[in-house]
């Protein structure tokens, strides 16, 4: 504190991160083929990294673009185009 101040000010933070180890998010990656994943532009080390820690217990993070292939892989699935 710079100044003689007897207040304290409590900020919350602008930004806000949101969890995405959900089950569901999960049984999602558990369940891409690595043959799938290859054709939507990733790598077999990344699935296999992703799989590693939705088998954990602990908190996993994933990256919004890696979140938003997931999501495509599901909506291709759904489709019937993979």
Not at 64 to 82: D, F, P, T, Y
Request: proline residues 1%.
């Amino acid at each position: 504190m710079a100044g003689k101040t007897k207040e304290l000010d409590f900020v919350l933070p602008e930004f806000g991160g949101q969890r995405v180890d959900s089950y569901e998010i999960r049984q999602k990656i558990l369940n891409i083929s690595y043959s799938d994943w290859k054709k939507l532009g990733f790598s077999k080390g990344t699935l296999h990294y992703m799989k590693q820690n939705a088998k954990s217990d602990k908190h996993f993070t994933l990256n919004s673009h890696v979140l938003e292939r997931v999501k495509a892989w599901e909506n291709l699935v759904s489709n019937g185009l993979i």
